[in-house]
Nanobody, 122 residues
Framework: QVQLVESGGGLVQPGGSLRLSCAAS????????MGWYRQAPGKQRELVAV???????NSADSVKGRFTISRDNSKNTVYLQMNSLKPEDTAVYYC????????????????WGQGTQVTVSS
């Protein structure tokens, strides 16, 4: 089993910053990519940013220039630095891992964290 534990969410004023962390543990054979998704009330879950095992990144247009994703491969941990936060960034943020749990015969699949609330409000 693969477990993802997120931390760092909270309440912040517009223009403020937060840093989310997500640590992966358990029976992990390989990680292809880790990333962050978010879901606001009444909306579908959407990609925020993703980083591959090789370090390539991609992010939503709405967060480009404000959010930065990074990764510590030695700790199986991914970070999301969020600056210049806006009220529309308010959502539950979910950590995602795409990779193989168990052993090399396992099929790659998506694993999800429990989510952390980010609220941007004055």
């Amino acid at each position: 089993q693969v477990q993802l534990v997120e931390s760092g969410g909270g309440l912040v004023q517009p223009g403020g910053s937060l840093r989310l962390s997500c640590a992966a543990s358990g029976s992990i054979f390989s990680i292809d990519a880790m990333g962050w998704y978010r879901q606001a009330p009444g909306k579908q879950r959407e990609l925020v940013a993703v980083i591959t095992s090789g370090g390539s990144t991609n992010s939503a247009d709405s967060v480009k220039g404000r959010f930065t994703i990074s990764r510590d491969n030695s700790k199986n941990t991914v970070y999301l630095q969020m600056n210049s936060l806006k009220p529309e960034d308010t959502a539950v943020y979910y950590c995602n891992l795409f990779g193989r749990g168990g052993n090399r015969f396992s099929l790659p699949q998506n694993y999800w964290g429990q989510g952390t609330q980010v609220t941007v409000s004055s």
